[in-house]
């Protein structure tokens, strides 16, 4: 009796059925397939998140870059705007006083933006040995039989300091840049005795 209880089987170490092992391998591949493809949307979401940033940054800084040039180019014809990349190195203005070497006049500052337009300012322009001048007239005559437009002529004669006096016109001429300067050293002045109006010849 002992030995055939002895002798029947143990249920307990019976190996394992192969569809539960083939069910363990495929949960098994469905997590890992599972990993990787999220692993994989979220890398291609990152991806085009980052590229649709990138690209508005680009397409922000293309719109500006086209604004900012636009906006040049329409103040390039506003009249008295210069370029930002010009140097000045002519003013006109209306003197208010002046003594051994010094010359004080009042005009608008140079512009290089609308909120700088008509911006008056008091300049001081220092004469030195090599600085001239001159006072200018222009005239303007009848145009000669082959000719359709009027003979316009400029005369400058060299004046001392002393024939200047308050409320000339003055254009004053440096070799430095005046842009952004209220004194500079003047290489010549200009007295505009008509007033850049040509005057007519008899």
Known sequence: ?????????????????????????????????????A????????GQRAGLEQGKTEGEKSIEDKYET???????????IISEDQEVK????QMKSQDADKITFEAEKPAKSILELNDMATFTATLNSETTIVDSQTTFAAPEAD???PLIKTDEQKVALSDLKEGDVLTFS???????????????VVLNTNDGF?????
């Open 90 to 93: 002519t003013i006109t203005g």
């Open 174 to 188: 440096s070799d430095s840049d005046i842009y952004g300067q209220t004194s500079f050293v003047a290489t010549k």
């Open 70 to 80: 636009k906006v040049k180019e329409v103040i390039a014809f506003i009249p008295g």
């Open 1 to 37: 009796m002992d030995d055939k209880q002895n002798n029947s089987p143990d249920l307990s170490s019976s190996p394992t059925p192969p569809s539960r092992k083939g069910n363990r391998t495929l949960s098994v591949f469905l997590a890992m397939l599972a990993v990787v493809i």
């Open 147 to 149: 000719k359709t437009a």
């Open 198 to 202: 040509p005057k007519p010849t008899n």
């Open 39 to 46: 692993a994989t949307s979220f890398s291609y979401y990152a």
